[in-house]
């Protein structure tokens, strides 16, 4: 298939690639951009692991095209915080015991910051829903939960 | 009660900021300059002849460096035990399975790999399947391996006491069958492997183990490489949960793809290839006939299994061995008798999976325990107070209880769950009409291994390299595949030298450079390589104490270690700082290092895979659930809102990374109840995705979560600690299918509890009790 040339901004970087139109958001930020820390668990949809926020709100990346979202605002969980200076909702995560594998945490950071940003004061069924749609096999989500719920503290 | 400085604290974990922070590499995270991408060609159909494999076309291919079939690896084929090899890197002459691996390639990207795949023409002559392991031992079943006639992959007979004189003697006898159905470890993160072949012969390979030195033996023989050029590091896991204990296909295929284009080469699985053809647990038929006295104490068990095995042995005898171990616990059997066969079938292979063998057998076990109390009319909780074993106590089989807290488990667990209010027998309710949601409680127990002693090397090594900063380096074998082990072997460090948790580097696993560890299965790393760091940390101290005592002009059994500091008891004024004693000792006399190392193995003999007889572990722990559920009596739903878990977990080496295992045990043990299930069908996976698989939402399973720690302090494990991470999941079935008794007065012995078997046995109860009033009448 034709490479077609793209620009994505990411993490407010605005960055050039050539790219075949088939090719998802995911594998372009992982494979191209080098943004491993969005992860490539079911890539249909499923678990949730891939998200990032577009425009504000928590999207699966492995059902997004790339070339479907030029020009709009994408941020992965790289634009959050790191080891040194992490995010409050990232402080939250590691703190409350919410993280244990970690394969599925940036996908619920994702989710959880897009609600945060949206709804700085969620109740404890919109907090749910907000990763309804983000698998985790280890902790059972109530250290999630009460992370997240935790973070919006932390913030108020 | 104890004076730690580091242990017993609700610590964060190590590794947490870098997973939250996204910057935690796992094996799909890596690549290497030139390297290439593989993927795998399974086969369409359950059983069948591979008649003729012709890859040319694909081979030709732009793109593709390298195409790979079962004669690539020879003879060679793997396994738990000398007699049990019966897996191959890619399948030869036959495939047993559908998804059986049966040829690979390497390109330069995914695509063409896929597009190749398509290229390879395979004839097969389709052979008739057995896909039911009752099936699979009858007389003219189809035969999946020569050397194994009957299908029979694993069988054993083994029994204590006299059980049919126990049997005579009882008041009551019931016999079950209860079934387990096959279910997947649900880790998210799929097996992957980015393998490096250096001519002439070495290896370095990135692969998804919790268990690497049982991939490192597998890859040595294999390419017939010395174990000193297998190179296995570890990259971050997500998740394990016994489904990455050994090598797989995908290992050996990454590496063969390598050796074959002289590039790296990196395979990741998809998520429906996990879910149609990787390992998972053991579904299990098991008919369970116990005798008791009128009273409910427990006279004798005879327990015939039938596993389905899948086409593959793995890691079967323990799981079979396993279940027979814990027919004997956690209830005093004076009398028991078992006869198990692990039935070859056309599946996917059954391995371990959290728990191994031991919570289709307690399910089993703890709701016929149940029906014996509802038919006896007793309580629930007194039936199983007066059945608890103790410290002290000898199975009849001869496991050795040395601390054992489950009474105390079962009266926390009753508090916890204010059992007292809840709590109504359903023979008080059946009379009343069933609401549109009907409410119950259950309770279950439940004993577990505390690091599974099986034959071979079982120890674990510690090295600790304390750095002239008075930092220190853990280099273990032990991976940490998310339960938190790395952070509770590191406060083990901390806590004996007296730094803080900070202070303590654990690098990823490396064959090449850490110890070799058998690995991270049957709950034994914090109390297996837990001692083993201890022993490791205490032989660091020793080895800066003469220093110390010299700089301090007291006698070394003086000296203690604690908040950085070095100093004398009773004068903590005498005191340097340990990074001090550290530059010191370092560069005492001409210079030193100061590497502490220690081994520590399990103290009892290894299983014994034929009677039984003997010790599983040298400790196991104890414990109560108590399920709180809710049955839509409209749609056969059932929710479980509320759980308790109380363990008798020796000591919590840290509460936190306690908490998480005992609310991550509830979780998977709520799925396997209720949601989870593979399913297949005239050949066909149903369930390819986790959607369709059922893995759990934030939505399915409890909203309240309770974790209780019992604290008995165990003579054998690590600071008096035993696990916590499996025992918890064994009791999750019964507690809630007996709360779903107790709700709608039906019992489930067939799992997973779907609506529609709900809906099915209240109708059944309804039916009966019609016939039942329409015969009196």
Partial sequence: MAMQQMQLKVNGTLHTVMEQPHRTLLEVLREELGFTGTKRACRVGDCGACTVIIDGKAVLSCLTLAVEVQGREIITIEALGDGDRPDPLQRSFVDCGAVQCGFCTPGMVMSAKALLDENPHPDPDEVRRAIAGNLCRCTGYAKIVEAIEDAATRLA | ?777
Avoid at chain 2, 368 to 380: S, Y
């Fill in chain 2, 1 to 777: 009660m104890s004076d730690y400085a580091v242990l017993g604290k609700r610590l964060p974990r190590v590794d947490g900021p870098v997973k939250a922070a996204g910057s935690a590499r796992f094996t799909d995270d890596l690549s290497l300059p030139g390297m290439l991408h593989g993927k795998i060609l399974r086969s369409p159909h359950p059983h069948a002849r591979i008649l003729r494999i012709d890859t040319t076309r694909a081979e030709q291919l732009p793109g593709v460096r390298a195409v790979i079939v079962g004669e690539d690896f020879g003879d060679y084929r793997y396994g738990l035990r000398a007699d049990t090899r019966d897996e191959y890197p890619l399948a030869r002459g036959k495939v047993r399975y559908l998804g059986e691996e049966v040829a690979a390639v390497a390109a330069v990207d995914e695509d063409t790999a896929l597009e190749a795949l398509e290229l390879i023409r395979v004839d097969y002559e389709v052979l008739p399947a057995v896909t039911d392991p009752e099936e699979a031992l009858l007389e003219g079943a189809p035969q999946l391996h020569d050397d194994k006639p009957g299908n029979i992959s694993v069988h054993m007979k083994t029994g204590f006491g006299d059980v049919d004189e126990a049997f005579r003697q009882a008041d009551y006898v019931r016999e079950d069958r209860f079934y387990s159905q096959s279910v997947l470890h649900g880790f998210l993160e799929p097996n992957a492997a980015l393998a490096h072949w250096e001519a002439p012969n070495r290896i370095t390979i990135w692969a998804s183990k919790q268990s690497p030195y049982f991939l490192y033996r597998n890859l040595s023989n294999c390419f017939n490489v010395p174990l000193s050029n297998v190179r296995l590091i570890q990259p971050y896991i997500g998740g394990g949960f016994g489904g990455k204990n050994g090598g797989y296909p995908v290992d050996f295929c990454a590496v063969m793809l390598s050796k074959k284009s002289g590039r790296p080469v990196k395979i990741v699985l998809t998520m429906e290839e996990v879910l149609s053809s990787h390992r998972r647990r053991h579904p299990m038929i098991v008919r369970l006939k116990t005798g008791v006295r009128k009273d409910g104490t427990i006279l004798a068990h005879d327990c015939r299994i039938i596993a389905d095995g899948g086409a593959g042995t793995g890691v079967g005898p323990s799981t079979i061995a396993n279940a027979f171990y814990f027919l004997n616990l956690p209830y005093v059997v004076p009398n028991v008798r078992y006869e198990a066969f692990r039935a070859y079938t056309n599946r996917p292979i059954s391995v371990a999976q959290r728990g191994n063998g031991i919570q289709q057998i307690r399910y089993a076990a703890d709701v016929q325990l149940e029906m014996i109390a509802h038919d006896l009319g007793l309580d629930p909780v007194r039936i199983r107070q007066k059945n608890a074993v103790y410290t002290g106590y000898r199975t009849a089989s001869g496991m050795n209880i040395h601390s054992c807290g489950l009474q105390e488990t079962i009266t926390g667990a009753v508090r916890a769950a204010e059992w007292d209010t809840h709590y109504r027998p359903w023979r008080e309710k059946e009379n009343e009409p069933l609401g549109r949601i009907a409410t119950g409680v259950g309770i279950a127990c439940n004993s577990f291994q505390s690091g599974a002693r099986l034959t071979g090397h079982n120890c674990c090594t510690a090295v600790i390299k304390v750095h002239e900063d008075g930092t220190a380096s853990l280099l273990t074998g032990s991976t940490d595949s998310g339960q938190g082990s790395e952070t509770v072997l590191a406060m083990i460090v901390a806590e004996v030298l007296g730094i803080r948790l900070e202070d303590v580097f654990v690098p990823q696993t490396d064959s090449t450079v850490t110890p070799v560890d058998p690995g991270s299965f049957g709950s034994r790393v914090s109390s297996t390589a837990g001692n083993a760091v201890l022993i490791a940390a205490r032989d660091a101290r020793q080895q800066l104490l003469p220093v110390a005592a010299e700089l301090l002009k007291a006698a070394p059994e003086a000296i203690e270690f604690r908040d950085c500091k070095v100093f004398v008891r009773g004068a903590p004024d005498k005191a340097l700082r340990f990074r001090d004693l550290t530059r010191q000792t370092v560069a005492w006399g001409s210079g030193t290092s100061i590497i502490g190392q220690g081994s520590w193995g399990q103290t009892v003999p290894p299983m014994n895979f034929e009677t039984g007889e003997g010790d599983a572990s040298g400790a196991y722990s104890f414990g109560t659930q108590a399920a709180w559920v809710e049955v839509d009596t409209r749609t056969g739903r059932v929710t479980v809102p509320r759980m308790v878990v109380a363990h008798d977990l020796g000591f919590a080496l840290n509460p936190l990374a306690v908490e998480g295992q005992h609310e991550g045990s509830i979780a998977g043990g709520v799925g396997h109840t209720i949601y989870e299930h593979c399913v297949e069908e005239n050949g066909q996976n149903l369930t390819p995705n986790l959607t369709a698989y059922g893995l759990p939402t934030v939505y399915d399973l409890p909203r309240e979560m309770v974790s209780l720690s019992i604290e008995t302090i165990d003579p054998v494990g690590a600071f008096g600690a035993k696990e916590s991470g499996e025992g918890t999941q064994v009791s999750t079935i019964p507690a809630i299918v007996n709360a779903i008794h107790n709700a709608i007065g039906v019992w489930i012995t067939d799992l997973p509890v779907t609506p529609e078997k709900v809906l099915k046995a209240l109708r059944d109860k309804k039916a009966q009790a019609k016939a039942t009033a329409e015969g009196q009448s």
